[in-house]
C-alpha cells in the first residue's frame, strides 16, 4: 500500500516563499515520478510540477522561473520551493506518485493548503 503525505502549507504574503514537502512509502515509489498539483476554488485540479525518478523536472507556465522541485530518491520525498508567490498561487496543493508504464497507476496525498494574503 502506497501512502503519500504532504506538508508545509500555511499563509504567506505576496512575494514571499514557503517550501512544501511530500514523503511516499511503500513498496517501489522510489521509481515513481512525483508531482504537485493545484486546486483553487471553483477550478479544476492543475498540474504545478514534475520529477522522474531521473531528475527531470517539467513546470507549468504559470510557475516556471518561481517554483522549483526536486526530490531525494533515498528519503522518498519531494520538495517544492515556491517563490516570488502571488495571491494566485492560493490552492490546495496535492503531491501525486505516478507509475507511467503499464500498468499506469496514481497515488495522491491528502492535500495542503497554501494562501497567498496581505
Known amino acids: 500500500q502506497v501512502q503519500v503525505v504532504e506538508s508545509g502549507g500555511g499563509l504567506v504574503q505576496p512575494g514571499g516563499s514557503l517550501t512544501l514537502s511530500c514523503t511516499a512509502s511503500g513498496n517501489g515509489v522510489t521509481s515513481l515520478r512525483m508531482g504537485w498539483y493545484r486546486q483553487a476554488p471553483g477550478k479544476e485540479r492543475e498540474l504545478v510540477a514534475t520529477i522522474t525518478s531521473g531528475g527531470t523536472t517539467n513546470y507549468a507556465a504559470s510557475v516556471e522561473g518561481r517554483f522549483t522541485i526536486s526530490r531525494h530518491n533515498g528519503k522518498n520525498t519531494a520538495w517544492l520551493q515556491m517563490t516570488s508567490l502571488k495571491p494566485e498561487d492560493t490552492a490546495v496543493y496535492y503531491c501525486?506518485?505516478?507509475?507511467?508504464?503499464?500498468?499506469?497507476?496514481?497515488?495522491w496525498g491528502q492535500g495542503t493548503q497554501v494562501t497567498v494574503s496581505s
Open positions: 501525486q506518485l505516478r507509475r507511467l508504464v503499464t500498468p499506469v497507476f496514481t497515488f
